[in-house]
């Protein structure tokens, strides 16, 4: 697999891009200006500063350590996450995605360490010689983040504000809320409280995107995938159930009304100390901090593919905000079309998913997790033995650690992992790595419908499979949405109830594993 590693900043390109005030380089840096001592995204519209006034930092945490705050202006922890930790597959990648989905709250610093099989020293002297700031400052950075959306858009006391953001102390939330926004958390609180009928635990958040970014046809590619009683579509909004560390969420996304590059996502949580964890994993399973530029840049220049990038430029690659969860609902997909994958995996929930304490809409479960599944009895779901048996074992292998999907997998690692188990082929383990794992450079061997695509455009699998590196995932979407429209074919703006898409056949596997 490639591997591609962002060199050090280049002081000079980025200056350019905050004299160009471009949204595109937003999330990638951050700009810190001494006379002020604020740190801004790129595309700040304040007075561009000095050459000479400016420090460039990888992340907010960096720039917060140096003692700079946030621009209360360009809000600059509001920005898309950096494409280069979805990219790349080395140790502190993977540290950072976990951090993201909240490892750190949950299990600290020796917890992440252990998790990515190093000890604290090692990991923060990569992390540090990397990035200038250690895991805890990392975490820090993003509790800050979360403390801020609930300070903006809820009217729980600051007292809950802290802890569901994962502070430790009421004095290390002010400290930090001080230090970050050089306000306190009170004067932080600016929009008027919400109305007092507001349900409990329930947000709603915009979560931004590089543009270009076609929402609706990313809510419509899950849509057509959904699962009853775990997912829902109406033809706008796409419903799901979160499996979160603290208890079962539904999330609600929808295309932001203006058109511009976001989702809205309202949120109902069991707990407000999952929201960051909930965020990450949206965020993950919309593919919403990919670098839209520079995949099109690549694919865009390849003959075959030019015409499909010009036609849906931007285009992603939709997730799920669970690993584990993707891999087995991959192994029931086997032969089978999409309406009768939904089907199995439908079966599966009242057997071993975990039941929401009040159904929501038509919302009732979790997905099972791996440890329920392993003990499962699955002989009603209408698998012949031999899926069953895969289910098992895979199920068994998440659940005593031989397999990890999660943030922080070493995807070379899990890859082999999955092989290793009866009845997953290569084109599961892939399918595995590009929705599941989120690995951009990843293709399907002997998918049906990119062999149909393929055809159409004069290639051959063994051509295309060594061809659009590293972003070999993308290239696999344009082709699928040739070979089956429905799937990507976006709704018509001025229908009012537009119609969920009919099911195509799925692709499949070259033989049965």
């Given at each position: 697999?490639l591997?591609v590693?962002?060199?050090l900043?280049?002081?000079?390109r980025?200056?350019?891009?905050v004299?160009?005030?471009?949204a595109r380089?937003?999330g990638?840096?951050f700009t810190a200006v001494?006379?002020t001592?604020?740190?801004?995204r790129?595309s700040?519209?304040a007075?561009?500063?000095?050459?000479?006034?400016v420090?460039?930092f990888?992340?907010?945490?960096?720039?917060?350590a140096?003692?700079?705050?946030?621009?209360?202006?360009?809000r600059?922890?509001?920005v898309?996450?950096?494409?280069?930790?979805?990219?790349?597959?080395?140790?502190?990648?993977r540290?950072?995605?976990?951090i993201?989905?909240?490892e750190?709250e949950?299990?600290?610093?020796?917890?992440?360490?252990?998790r990515?099989?190093?000890?604290e020293?090692?990991?923060h002297?990569?992390?540090v010689?990397?990035?200038g700031?250690?895991?805890?400052?990392?975490?820090?950075a993003q509790r800050?983040q979360?403390?801020?959306?609930l300070i903006e858009?809820?009217?729980l006391?600051?007292?809950d504000?802290?802890?569901?953001?994962?502070?430790?102390?009421?004095?290390?939330?002010n400290?930090?809320?001080?230090?970050?926004?050089?306000?306190?958390p009170?004067?932080l609180r600016?929009?008027?409280?919400p109305?007092s009928?507001a349900?409990p635990?329930?947000?709603?958040?915009?979560?931004?995107?590089?543009?270009p970014y076609?929402?609706?046809e990313?809510?419509?590619f899950?849509?057509?995938?959904?699962?009853?009683?775990?997912?829902?579509?109406?033809?706008r909004t796409?419903?799901?159930?979160?499996?979160l560390p603290?208890?079962?969420?539904?999330?609600?996304?929808?295309?932001?009304?203006?058109?511009?590059?976001?989702?809205?996502?309202r949120l109902?949580?069991?707990?407000?100390?999952?929201?960051?964890?909930a965020?990450?994993?949206c965020?993950r399973?919309?593919?919403?901090d990919a670098?839209?530029?520079?995949?099109?840049?690549?694919?865009g220049?390849d003959?075959?593919?030019?015409d499909?990038?010009?036609?849906a430029p931007g285009?992603?690659?939709?997730g799920?905000?669970?690993?584990?969860?993707?891999?087995?609902?991959?192994?029931?997909?086997q032969?089978?079309?999409?309406?009768g994958?939904?089907t199995?995996?439908?079966?599966?929930?009242p057997a071993?998913?975990?039941?929401?304490?009040a159904?929501?809409?038509?919302?009732?479960?979790?997905?099972?997790?791996?440890?329920?599944?392993?003990?499962?009895d699955l002989?009603?779901v209408?698998l012949t033995?031999?899926?069953?048996?895969?289910?098992?074992?895979?199920a068994?292998a998440?659940?005593?650690?031989?397999?990890?999907?999660?943030?922080g997998a070493d995807?070379?690692?899990a890859?082999?992992?999955?092989l290793?188990?009866?009845?997953?082929?290569?084109?599961?383990?892939?399918?595995?790595?590009l929705r599941?794992?989120?690995d951009?450079d990843?293709w399907?061997?002997?998918d049906?419908?990119?062999r149909?695509?393929?055809?159409?455009?004069?290639?051959?699998?063994?051509?295309?499979?060594g061809?659009?590196?590293?972003w070999r995932s993308?290239?696999?979407?344009?082709?699928?949405?040739?070979?089956?429209?429905?799937?990507?074919t976006?709704?018509?703006p001025?229908?009012?109830?537009?119609r969920?898409?009919a099911t195509?056949?799925?692709?499949?596997?070259r033989?049965a594993s």
């Amino acid at each position: 697999m490639l591997v591609v590693v962002t060199p050090l900043l280049d002081a000079e390109r980025c200056y350019r891009a905050v004299a160009g005030r471009d949204a595109r380089f937003d999330g990638w840096f951050f700009t810190a200006v001494r006379t002020t001592g604020i740190y801004c995204r790129p595309s700040c519209p304040a007075r561009t500063p000095k050459p000479a006034n400016v420090s460039f930092f990888g992340t907010a945490a960096g720039a917060q350590a140096a003692g700079y705050r946030a621009c209360r202006r360009c809000r600059p922890d509001a920005v898309p996450g950096s494409p280069e930790w979805d990219v790349r597959a080395d140790v502190v990648a993977r540290a950072m995605r976990l951090i993201s989905d909240g490892e750190v709250e949950r299990s600290g610093v020796p917890g992440l360490a252990r998790r990515l099989g190093y000890s604290e020293r090692q990991l923060h002297r990569l992390i540090v010689g990397e990035l200038g700031v250690g895991p805890l400052a990392l975490a820090r950075a993003q509790r800050a983040q979360t403390a801020r959306l609930l300070i903006e858009t809820t009217s729980l006391p600051m007292a809950d504000v802290a802890f569901a953001a994962g502070f430790a102390s009421i004095r290390q939330f002010n400290d930090t809320v001080r230090e970050v926004f050089a306000v306190t958390p009170t004067e932080l609180r600016r929009r008027p409280a919400p109305a007092s009928g507001a349900t409990p635990g329930e947000l709603t958040l915009r979560l931004a995107a590089r543009a270009p970014y076609d929402a609706a046809e990313v809510l419509l590619f899950l849509g057509a995938h959904a699962v009853p009683g775990l997912e829902e579509w109406d033809g706008r909004t796409f419903s799901r159930v979160l499996d979160l560390p603290h208890g079962p969420g539904v999330v609600r996304l929808s295309p932001a009304p203006d058109g511009s590059a976001a989702v809205v996502a309202r949120l109902q949580l069991a707990e407000l100390r999952d929201l960051g964890t909930a965020v990450s994993r949206c965020r993950r399973m919309l593919d919403l901090d990919a670098d839209p530029m520079a995949v099109d840049t690549v694919l865009g220049t390849d003959p075959a593919l030019a015409d499909l990038v010009a036609g849906a430029p931007g285009r992603r690659v939709p997730g799920s905000p669970d690993g584990p969860e993707l891999a087995i609902r991959a192994v029931l997909g086997q032969q089978v079309s999409v309406a009768g994958a939904r089907t199995l995996t439908a079966r599966l929930l009242p057997a071993a998913g975990v039941p929401l304490a009040a159904p929501v809409g038509t919302l009732t479960h979790a997905f099972p997790r791996p440890g329920a599944l392993a003990a499962a009895d699955l002989s009603t779901v209408g698998l012949t033995g031999a899926r069953r048996a895969t289910v098992h074992a895979l199920a068994a292998a998440m659940a005593d650690g031989g397999l990890a999907l999660d943030p922080g997998a070493d995807r070379d690692e899990a890859g082999r992992a999955l092989l290793g188990v009866r009845g997953v082929g290569p084109w599961t383990a892939a399918l595995v790595a590009l929705r599941g794992l989120a690995d951009p450079d990843v293709w399907l061997p002997g998918d049906l419908a990119l062999r149909r695509s393929l055809a159409t455009l004069g290639s051959t699998d063994a051509e295309a499979a060594g061809r659009w590196r590293p972003w070999r995932s993308y290239a696999v979407m344009h082709l699928w949405a040739l070979a089956a429209p429905s799937l990507f074919t976006r709704p018509t703006p001025s229908a009012r109830s537009p119609r969920p898409p009919a099911t195509v056949p799925a692709p499949s596997e070259r033989s049965a594993s």
